[in-house]
């Protein structure tokens, strides 16, 4: 499973803007993997929001917990990444890669107790046909509360679970998680290991700052890492990249 | 739930092609109805492919059981279903219906004995926070076979079951199931009613003619009908019209 930031593939400081060479050199990265084999299960992409999702979800004030039934607002904020999934895939169709789009509005939900429901016997059978489904970031019908952003981490951590991932990359701008001296950590196995590091200072990053990731990687089964784009095509070839999270 | 069929909503001799006074006659429709308030349990509608996703489907050779991996098939049909879908959405969103979308190859597919999974919680969870999903004929993948055809009726009849559907209404562009005469058969309640009026004669409509439609109408719990546009006013306010099949 590979997460692209939405700060790779967006030029965050311009609202609705593709990162274009961020992307083409992912879509390439994914296209060569497949080329060479190098992803016999199959692989399932998600990407975040960026400069797409971000400012229509603060203007209309919807987080992961606050949501809206405000039509106005669930357009802005689904059109906005249904777009930017366009974008993602035809880029990615560009350079031969499979890729077919999976709108998590479409399948997903939060019940009462704020679970997330997220079928993937959909998402199976794509990757059974060969082909490369392709989620993001987006808002999802919750109960009692219209609708909710999921953010891309979100997803990634869900899918990984539901699917047995076998291994997860998040693709980010950063090379990895940077010490204080800015090297990367090569490995973490316990949030003890960053505390003094990340500390709660992205606490306020809503769909998730690098404090937030590592948590939620740490629990999962599959082993995950952290890495920057020039990392993609190693991490894709089953190499060790960035920060290994186990 | 409301099916507008594909003849209803485009131009079926034209490629690509809305019918746009249908279309903006529809929303009308469910727009007065739910001001009215006679749509308070909520309302799901399913559209057909028309001229969008036929001529596609056909070009590649894909139907409800024939499959395709290709995955200039799968973007050619189902791009060509997004597209509609936005401009029903978009129609729809002019008269202030609060509709979203649920696209069905995002949540849907067929397993290896061919049988159809189609999670309905999202739907739930999307009615309850009084959004209108609108569904449409799509692409599903397909145990063994990559992405096979679902056509809008198959849709209606699942999601009718599932979601213990109230009503079903089939919005055609005949006023109902028309005798040797061209008079509109008020009620069947069993295939011997038309069988001498239906024969096979439509059985080669892969996505289902009015034969299939009405054997599929006759196993819901739901009653169902099947009417011309001009009738779509009544069917929302709960009055019988067209053919009524139960």
Known sequence: MLKLGGSVVTDKERPETLDGPALERSAAAVASALAEGALEDGLVIVHGGGSFGHHHASEHGVTTTEG????????????????????????????????????????????????????????????????????????????????????GDELVTHLARALGADRVGL????????????????????????????????????????????????????PASIFGLESIDSFLAGDAVGTSIE
Chains 1, 2 share one sequence.
Do not use: W
């Open 171 to 222: 693709c980010s701008t950063v090379p990895g998680v940077l010490d204080e001296d800015g090297a990367v950590v090569d490995r973490i196995t316990s949030f003890e290991d960053v505390d003094a590091i990340l500390g709660e200072s992205e606490a306020t990053d809503v769909t998730g700052g690098m404090a937030g990731k590592v948590r939620t990687l740490l629990e999962l089964e599959a």
């Open 68 to 151: 809206t039934d405000e039509i106005g607002a669930v357009t802005d904020i689904h059109g906005a990444m249904e777009t930017l999934n366009r974008f993602v895939l035809s880029r990615l169709h560009e350079q031969d890669v499979p890729a077919v789009p999976v709108h998590p509005f479409s399948t997903a939900y939060r019940d009462e107790a704020g679970t997330l429901h997220l079928p993937t016997g959909q998402i199976d059978a794509m990757l059974e046909a060969g082909f490369v489904p392709v989620l993001y970031g987006d808002i999802v019908a919750t109960a009692e509360s219209g609708a909710t952003i999921i953010s």
